[in-house]
């Protein structure tokens, strides 16, 4: 029977839509039918870029005996845990606390009621490294359902309820302060990496939402070695294999502490936020490499991940097709010193070499090393020579999904980008994806505005969103309105914040990842810890933050606040893991300030005075531009020229400034 993922959305679930084995989507029919057939169900949980998701799937999936043994014993599930990240959150917390470890690809065996009992990662198709088969685990987990279905059900239903029982410690009431605060910065200072950048060992991740801390808590205190940390990381990381030194972009993490080789898959929600950073980096320091790495990755995003709606696609995978008519990890972006010879000629080719840490031993596999820029700057001759022979070579596949957080978290770096670097293209292209998620994603049928997750050609997912798209979409909104002056895009953030507060919030300022009308699933997800990008809770108190000081709005400001009561209390213990929450804290203690920039439209004096505003460092500040007394934005309410000329107005913890006229007056207003 030809399996049912042809109709999916996602383009994992349509990689899986030949295989032999009979999947469903989660859905309530799927369960109902292991309810019939007495069998349990199979959840298999994946993305399209995840390089041991591809392997298990040719390996077992695709493997017609094995196929018919899941067909007959189970009912199986395919999710794209970027689709359903409820899902994945829910099971991969019980694959955590049974194994001490998680992953993708995850793989769980539940009973007809979702509770499940066995659980792992990859399984390869032949035992090796003391793992058992795919087929023995199968094998395994069935005669333990005929044979033993108490111990089973027994087991499956204490592991619910240990998760059920599972309270997260909110912290008590409280917003965190100058002690939390500086804890986190020493915190931090431990497990810097001092040599390499970044924090810990291998493999290393980029600490997007970290540096933003660091760059804030350098911005309101004056703290150096919170600025030196953000700096020699992101130099580090730009001058590193992780950097794409060609096409511009971030891969995925380093599997080395160096920063030398990638794990190569370009994920969009890196990409967003590490150009945010650079961007960020470079408004603090004026550093020309951070400007540089802002731009390249902003214009591979524009270039390479845009898709034809005006969206982001998800994901470039880490794999393609090599010369030989092979299929490896990193075979676009690797080069060898007489591939380098070949494009540019023997002298140019050993120049290249030197420049790009091109060795004949390599640095990756079979001789191949990843392009670094140990020193200097680029060659951009080279360059793009050597873009244009890469442009030759087979390309990764890309996950043309579009992920509503992620592209609010896209939206916000270009807007600032194009505004930081008079790029107007790019802030055209941050409007572009919010436009499209607008017409596309926004439902404004049912009682409020409601998000759909995801979207594929122009078409919304069936799959809600989740508390990140509304943060992260209102997120972007806010940024472009700033940039922008378009008080539309404001109106549109607080639709989605009306839903944090109304869908999203527990008692206390606690908040849940899903909506109180969600799927009910065994255990309803609930994480405040920023991982590869903020999550839904402390992205929402940044929105819900901001928006309060756009507009005064005390019921905004005080679910910010309640939300920010878990980074007092982890914002010191564990500062890596909530960098994101720790950045608006220092937004929260900065004020945020608030910026009116009145005058009009087409002043020269007015463009002066909005764009020091937005290249100011203080934290997190809330900026609107338009004509004096104008009802764009609630900021302009009220507040008139100053002796005919244009002017700004600065505010802040209720107490606002004088009105200044001068740029260089406003730069001091907010930095003092």
Known sequence: MANRLAQATSPYLLQHAENPVDWWQWEPAAFEEARRRNVPVFLSVGYSSCHWCHVLAHESFEDADTAACMNEHFVNIKVDREERPDVDAVYMEAVQAATGQGGWPMSVWMTAEGEPFYFGTYFPPAPRHGMPSFRQVLEGVGEA??????????????????????????????????????????????????????????????????????????????????????????????????????????????????????????????????????????????SALARRVALETADFLAREMRTAEGGFASALDADSDTADGGHAEGAFYV??????????????????????????????????????????????????????????????????????????????????????????????????????????????????????????????????????????????FLALAAVGGEGTWLEFAGFLLDIVIDQFTAEGGALYDTAHDAEQLIRRPQDPTDNAAPSGWSAAAGALLLYAAHTGSEAHRAAAEGALGVVKALGPHAPRFIGWGLAVAEALLDGPREVAVVGPAGDPSVRELHRTALLATAPGPAVAVGEPDSDEFPLLRNRPLVNGSSAAYVCRGFVCDSPTTSASELVRKLTN
């Open 335 to 476: 080069w060898t010193p007489a591939q380098l010879r070949e494009v540019l000629g023997d002298e140019d080719g050993a120049r290249a070499a030197g420049l790009y840490g091109v060795t004949d031993e390599g640095t990756f596999e079979e001789g191949a090393s990843v392009l670094r820029l140990p020193a200097g700057e680029p060659d951009e001759g080279l360059r793009a020579r050597l873009l244009a022979a890469r442009e030759e070579r087979p390309r990764p596949g890309r996950d043309d999904k579009v992920v509503a957080a992620w592209n609010g978290l896209a939206i916000a770096a270009l807007a600032e980008t194009g505004a930081y670097f008079d790029r107007p293209d790019l802030v055209e292209r941050a409007t572009e994806a919010a436009d499209l998620l607008v017409r596309v994603h926004m439902d404004f049928s049912a009682g409020g505005v409601r998000l759909a997750r995801t979207s594929k050609d122009g078409k919304a997912g069936a799959n809600a969103g989740v508390l990140e798209d509304y943060a992260d979409v209102a997120e972007g």
């Open 145 to 286: 359902w005929t044979g033993r279905p108490e111990e089973v059900a027994e087991v499956a239903q204490k592991i619910t309820r240990d998760l059920a029982s599972r309270s997260l410690a909110h912290g008590g009431q409280g917003v965190p302060g100058e002690e939390e605060l500086a804890g986190a910065l020493l915190g931090l200072t431990r497990d810097y990496d001092e040599r390499h950048g970044g924090f810990g060992g291998a493999p290393k991740f980029p600490p997007s939402m970290v540096l933003e801390f660091l760059l804030r808590h350098h911005a309101r205190t004056g703290a150096e070695g919170a600025l030196e940390m953000a700096a020699h990381t992101c130099e580090a990381m730009a001058r590193g294999g992780i950097y794409d030194q060609l096409g511009g972009g971030f891969a995925r993490y380093s599997v080395d502490r160096e920063w030398v080789v990638p794990h190569f898959e370009k994920m969009l929600y890196d990409n967003a936020l590490l150009c945010r950073v650079y961007a960020h980096l470079w408004r603090a320091t004026g």
